[in-house]
């Protein structure tokens, strides 16, 4: 599946392309990620826990950011293995632009699954590629705009898992 | 009168009295002492590289005994394929290993490489998250034509192509085929697809191995269709046992429609395991692994074209077909696209110039091989498909098309131009039976009722032959078979007259159990309820090559005639010396043998008595006992044919169609239990119907099978069928098999495809939507599509 969208970020780019390549904040807008730990240049090591459909796994899998044009452009690539559960890989070329409102954030997702999620999911499967990269790019957002973005968003954002996830992580980073 | 005994009669399943009280014995419910648990590790990738596999980690666990990978197995064979084409050029089809667990390669989703052994099943499962393997991805090889373009990733890296065979029938006949399209009045063409399946039998495949070290003999217990083939087969060439040290049990088996046929690595697994650890080892099938490890059916891409003379008469048929064979040769595949293909391509016609150009290809999919019907419904399709879009294109009746073009009762036997001899049939009698049956000359006011609730009235025909009974041993063998095809049948007569029939048939849904001791009962005159059949154990049972191919009454039914027949004559000697008569003044009738033309008679059971208890017995002439066997070996194929009107409505809106009627005309030639053939046609019926309306494995670029479940495979329901009208009253019996039997268990899967198709394109094009085709199965989507374009 494909997917390609952009998304207004209020934030200089410099202080955007920073968070992109941060570990932290990649561990808090991954959804369902447990833990991450690497580093921009070496490649991250990862845990996620994910539903899809009938099929609940924790993927191990590694993260990498190649392509990088700096301070514009980067691909974002995940491979999770989930065991019985088949893997799943993705990847996200992601471009920054400034704009009137700070950073135009765009990116094009590829997703791919394989084994007993794409046996029993396959249907599933664009829908939560796609809910994958709205929660991760949302969050980024979240993450990189502030509390008071957040807040805003809280407002007319429906109070889903996602959503109050963000709220508990948000306090923990801007703490 | 209808019979209430013997051949002819309805009588009741009496398997069913254990199937329908839960106390079938199938191999799940089979538990041994000291039992171990199988769980395979399959690959989630289509096409791989094996760098490794670190086992360490799970075998440290908990209950976890071994776990097994390729390098376990480098003694044993690979799993055999059991027919070799040979190719335009005559050359041996490409003929790749197909390990017991994968070697260096992962070829398919599903694809075996490890297997966890331990305890229980749950330590079994944990354990293989443990198992680290470490798999480069490689392209996946999933279009067929693709998968034969130059440069193309191949499947097997020492084969010389992804082409397994290329297949001409008749070769001889390709020019005079071509001269006859160049002078052709018409030429109707058409390209389809005839959609992959999976079988889906509701007991999915199980295999338990027990090995006793004592006297070194293994038990292989399995899900299987033809438990002395799979004795032949794993023991001669995957572990190399010999047949008295192995004994394969096929127990109570629920369905197999063709994927309990073949021999599965996990057979050869369990066997071999059993004996490595000194303890059975057991493995059940999920669902899950069903859909991607039993071997899928059809997936054939096809172009025929059909030539007419002026008259409308057929004067040459040429195809061009793609076989998948998927990632490995499954036991019987490569006969399917062929023998079991192109020689049924003259149908019910007469048809003089026939040419078959088959390309059997790899792909990294599960391997395809027989579903119920087997290269005959995919020629069946073709046909029926082309015929009816010549007649459109004419302007003429299809059934009248159809019906000019007939092989005449008076030309049997007929000799076609792709190699089969159909020994008789009467297909004016079957077409005129589903004509009347189904009421086609008042289609008219039905359609304009479906009008009138706005709904857009269809009526399709479609005739079928197919060969069955397979088959003649030395012509099989000519074409490629690496088996003979005959059938075994011992019968023993007991002291007091009842009767153990030992059949090479299996029987795992069919009714055996049933009809067989109605044979017998009515060959000697005896209540059925004297006569057990008992089937399904190498160790019981002298021989068997199985079940399928609409064989088993046929052949194995044949051959437990053959064999009664010598019960028989001996019994009547006994009969002569009991009654100081002479031999030939015999005669048996209703369980009483008596002396013609007096009143002596002596009783089936004294008889039987005297064989056992030899005090006054010919004992200078004949042994004692009551026990013979028989080999049949058939002198031809059996040709069932028949014909098939469907009516369905379409929802102009929706595209949903809905089958309305559904009348099915066959010719079986005899019956033995008519209510056992009409149960065996509605079940054909139903997968046919699911082929047409919902049934398709689809596998996505990257080789990941999409279908895989319930939730994607539309398997028919109750409520996607109509009531469904089956006859059998015409009839010309077989003329070489003692029963004048056909078969009847595939027929309905082979027939039905094109009867709904053709009824849906009649539906549209009565509508004044001009669609020459739409492939199975014709989804809502499609069909939308199709009135939309």
């Known amino acids: 599946m494909e997917l390609i969208e952009s998304r207004e970020i209020a934030a200089p780019r410099d202080q955007v392309w920073a968070a992109l390549l941060d570990a932290e904040v990649l561990k808090t807008c991954v959804p369902g990620c447990e833990t991450m730990e690497g580093s921009a240049s070496e490649g991250f090591t990862a845990e996620v826990v994910q539903k899809v459909g009938p099929v609940k796994a924790r993927f191990k899998g590694a993260v990498t950011i190649s392509d990088v044009v700096e301070g514009q452009s980067c691909t974002l690539s995940g491979e999770g293995k989930g065991g019985a559960a088949g893997f799943a890989k993705g990847e996200a070329r992601v471009t920054l632009a400034d704009s009137e409102t700070g950073t135009l954030l765009s990116y094009e997702v590829n997703a791919k699954v394989g084994g007993k999620l794409a046996q029993l999911g396959s249907r599933l499967i664009d829908g939560f590629a796609r809910k994958m990269a709205d929660q991760f790019f949302e969050r980024f957002q979240a993450t990189v705009e502030g509390p008071a973005a957040d807040e805003d968003q809280q407002d007319d954002a429906a109070p889903d898992e996602g959503g109050e996830k963000k709220g508990w992580l948000k306090r923990v980073i801007s703490s | ?789």
């Not at chain 2, 004067?315 to 076989?323: F, Q």
């Not at chain 2, 792909?363 to 027989?370: Q, R």
């Open chain 2, 1 to 789: 009168m209808p019979k209430d005994s013997g051949i002819g009669a309805s009588s009741k399943r009496r398997e069913d009295v254990r199937f329908l009280t839960g106390n079938g014995n199938y191999t799940d419910d089979i538990n041994i002492n000291g039992q171990t648990y199988a769980h395979f590790i399959r690959s989630d990738v289509a096409h791989g590289t094996i760098n490794s596999i670190n086992t360490a980690a799970a075998e440290a666990m908990d209950g976890v005994i071994k776990v097994f990978t390729a390098a376990d197995f480098a003694a044993a064979g690979g799993i055999p394929c059991g027919w070799q084409i040979t190719d335009r050029d005559g050359n041996a089809m490409q003929e790749p290993k197909h390990p017991i667990l994968a070697e260096g390669k992962v070829r398919h989703v599903g694809d075996p490489i490890a297997v966890v052994v331990a305890e229980t099943l749950e330590a079994a499962r944990d354990a293989a998250e443990a198992v680290e393997i470490d798999i480069d991805e490689l392209p996946a090889v999933i279009d067929m034509k693709a998968a034969l373009d130059d440069g193309a990733t191949k499947v097997h890296d020492d084969l010389t192509s992804n082409l397994c065979f290329d297949w001409g029938f008749v070769e001889e006949n390709r020019e005079a085929v071509d001269a006859a399209f160049a002078e052709a009045a018409h030429v109707t063409s058409l390209d389809l697809v005839n959609n992959r399946l999976v079988a889906n039998p509701m007991e999915p495949r199980v295999a338990i191995g027990d090995y006793n070290r004592s006297d070194d003999e293994y038990t292989l217990y399995t899900t299987s269709q033809n438990p002395h083939v799979i004795r032949l087969l794993m023991g001669a060439f995957v572990l190399s046992i010999p047949e008295h040290k192995l004994r394969v049990v096929a127990p109570d088996v629920g369905g197999g429609f063709g994927s309990k046929i073949y021999h599965y690595a996990e057979e050869a697994f369990c066997t071999f395991a059993a004996k490595v650890l000194n303890r059975p080892v057991k493995w059940t099938s999920t669902r899950a692994e069903a859909f991607v490890s039993d071997a899928h059916g059809r997936d054939h891409v096809t172009k025929i074209e059909l030539a007419l003379d002026a008259d409308n008469k057929f004067t040459a048929i040429r195809t061009e077909t793609y076989a998948n064979m998927g990632a490995y040769l499954s036991t019987f595949a490569p006969a399917i696209p062929t023998w079991l293909h192109g020689t049924l391509m003259a149908g019910n016609y007469t048809t003089p110039l026939i040419y078959v150009n088959v390309k059997a290809v790899f792909t990294n999919t599960v391997p395809v091989d027989a579903y119920r019907g087997a290269g005959r419904p995919e020629a069946t399709f073709q046909l029926e498909r082309v015929i009816d879009k010549a007649a459109r294109e004419l302007g003429v009746d299809p059934a009248e098309l159809r019906r000019q073009n007939f092989i005449k009762p008076d030309q049997f036997p007929y000799a076609t131009p792709v190699a089969v001899e159909y020994d008789t049939g009467d297909y004016d009698a079957t077409l005129d039976k589903v004509l009347e049956l189904g009421d086609y000359n008042g289609f008219a006011a039905r359609a304009a009722e479906s009008a009138a609730n706005g709904k857009l009235r269809g009526i399709g025909l479609a005739n079928y032959i197919e060969a069955c009974g397979i088959a003649p041993s030395n012509l099989v063998g000519q074409l490629g078979a690496r088996a003979g095809l005959y059938e075994s049948a011992k019968v023993r007569v007991n002291a007091t007259g009842s009767i153990s029939v030992f059949t090479g048939s299996h029987s795992h849904g069919q009714g055996h159990e049933t009809t067989f001791a109605q044979v017998v009962a009515d060959m000697i005159g005896l209540p059925e309820d004297q006569i057990d059949i008992v089937h399904g154990d190498t160790s019981k049972v002298p021989m068997g090559m199985g079940t399928y191919g609409s064989r088993s009454l046929a052949v194995g039914g044949s051959a437990m005639v053959r064999a009664t027949e010598k019960i028989i004559n001996k019994a009547k000697k006994i009969a002569a010396h009991l009654m100081e008569a002479a031999e030939d003044d015999i005669e048996l009738k209703d369980g009483q043998f008596s002396v013609a033309g007096t009143d002596k008679s002596v009783a089936w059971g004294d008889v039987t008595l005297a064989a056992y208890v030899p005090h006054n017995y010919p004992l200078e002439d004949i042994e004692p006992g009551l026990e013979e066997t028989a080999f049949y070996d058939p002198a031809n194929f059996t040709y069932p044919s028949g014909s098939y009107l469907c009516e369905v409505e379409v929802d102009p809106d929706t595209g949903t169609v809905d089958v309305v009627a559904f009348t099915a005309a066959d010719d079986f030639g005899n019956v033995i239990n008519p209510m056992i053939v009409e149960g065996q046609v509605q079940g054909g019926l139903a997968q046919g119907i699911g082929q047409a309306l919902r049934e398709s494995a689809v596998y996505d670029d990257n080789g990941q099978l999409l279908s895989g479940s319930f939730m994607d495979y539309a398997m028919p329901r109750a409520d996607d069928l109509p009531n469904l009208v089956v006859d059998h009253s015409s009839c010309t019996p077989c003329t070489h098999n003692p029963l004048g039997v056909k078969g009847c268990g595939e027929a309905g899967a082979i027939g039905s495809p094109p009867a709904v198709v053709n009824a849906v394109l009649d539906a549209l094009n009565r509508a004044g939507h001009k669609v020459d085709h739409i492939d199975m199965p014709v989804s809502p989507a499609r069909v939308w599509a199709a009135m939309n374009s």
